[in-house]
């Protein structure tokens, strides 16, 4: 082994940065000892491929009705404001651009002005547009927003060729949803109907895409903000392939894990290692709500548990001695002179998720050029970084902070997930993630996901008929406030119990 680098010197830390560190736009987003790689035969890893692959649609020509090639950078923005896609609704067109968010369902646009918006949908002024006469509310981890439901046809400039019918949302009200400085001016929820409001009824978009356009029911993410400050001139690239997956748009093997549930893209976590260390956690914390993957989460969220954990690993392997706990909740930034950078002073992240051949895992990992990220515009003569990981009450989520590591498929059509490394999650021309496998999963459950996790649609449910109840027990009581006075009991002096034997005096005033 080489010999460390010499810590620089960490010149002070910035209270008060909460505003700057938290996830700017979280919506509502995805072991064990080495086996020798290669050996055996149930890996799901794949070759880049030259052609078609297990049914999955590559690249086509680029004068095809599906180009993927001319799908490369249709994405702006950055991991700190999110990745947005250009497109055009309605008649005559009006261009929006439009967050990508895999942890919801609904398609929605602003549908009114907005302070912190630049642009929106005007529905009176497209001749196509539909309206349902719905009223819908979403709300995220972070904001929501009321609209109403209607149809137009949209146009993606550079995605699938055509002109397609969709559901929309117009945005009329909405809290904390549109933050200030962002360029998006609504979000495309591309989870499963599960998740859509007012109900799973509501065909999603990319439903809507599969359907009209007949591609494949895959698509696949790249977000190329590695190492870039948060939040930056939103101007990082990104690509969002529909119908397949791009070749160019990723190195090495593609590694799947299956969706264990189709409402987020819901994945099955086995553990956690920092420097190579295993945290030692029962792999049921890591999926204790449920372990998504979501591009709308700009960190890497985890619950408190396997939080407080990751902290302390870092701690204990960081070549910091002392440290602000500010820093790592999220409430200070950590400076330094901007010749120097901190990236060397932290250890490795890595994610381990279970293989389709559930025998085996695969992890995938990150560097801190991924997780400490440079905050825009902090200082003349110094650089300062934030810490892309936080606590969730709930969820594991796998968001923007692990994401741009790598070329993300989602596999809707084979109900799985896959990772590689993607070609622009360099930073000074070196690669800030890594994927190995397989690993064998004998030490590990057989099951980490909880067997009994309640989907949005079913708390509805059990909401509606907790409500029922109520109402037919509210109508008794009713009706026995109106019984006639005969049917009372009459007490008499012998029924008085006196205040000496009752706990009437006994009663809170």
Known sequence: MGTLPAAPRLLLLLAGAAGLCRARFSFPLRVSPPAAPGSGSGSSRQQAPAGEADGLALA??????????????????????????????????????????????????????NPDVTSYFNTEESSTYKSQGTDVTVQYTQGSWTGVLGTDVITIPKGINGTYTINIATILESENFFLPGVKWHG???????????PSSSVET????????????????????????????????????????????????????????????????????????????????EYNADKAIVDSGTTLLRLPQKVFNAVVEAIVSTSLIQTFSSGFWTGSQLACWDKTETPWSLFPKLSIYLRDENSSRSFRITILPQLYIQPILGIGQNLECYRFGISSSSGALVIGATVMEGFYVIFDRAQKR???????????????????????????????????????????????????????????????????????QHRFTDNDVVSDESSLVRHRWK
């Open 205 to 284: 978009f990319f439903d809507s895409l599969v359907s009209q356009a007949k591609i494949p029911n895959v698509f696949s993410l790249q977000m190329c903000g590695a190492g870039m400050p948060v939040p930056g001139s939103g101007t990082n690239g990104g690509s969002l392939v529909m119908g397949g997956i791009e070749p160019s748009l990723y190195k090495g093997d593609i590694w799947y894990t299956p969706i264990k549930e189709e409402w987020y893209y819901q994945v099955e976590i086995l553990k956690l290692e920092v420097g190579g260390q295993n945290l030692n956690l029962d792999c049921r």
């Open 417 to 487: 997930v896959g990772f590689a490394v993607s070609p622009c999650a360099e930073v000074g021309g070196s690669p800030v993630s890594e994927i190995e496998g397989p690993f064998t999963t004998a030490d590990i459950a057989s099951n980490c996901v909880a067997t009994m996790t309640l989907h949005e649609p079913m708390l509805w449910i059990i909401s509606y008929a907790l409500m029922s109840l109520c109402g037919i027990i509210l109508l008794v009581l009713i009706i026995l406030l109106l019984l006639p006075p005969r049917c």
């Open 187 to 197: 979000i495309l929820g591309l989870a499963y109907d599960a998740l859509a409001k």
């Open 60 to 113: 086509s020509e680029p004068g095809a009705a599906v180009s993927f090639l001319a799908m490369v950078e249709n994405l702006q923005g950055d991991s700190g404001r999110g990745y947005y896609l250009e497109m055009l609704l309605g008649t005559p067109p009006q261009k929006l651009n439009i967050l990508v968010d895999t942890g919801s369902s609904n398609f929605a646009v602003a549908g009114a002005p």
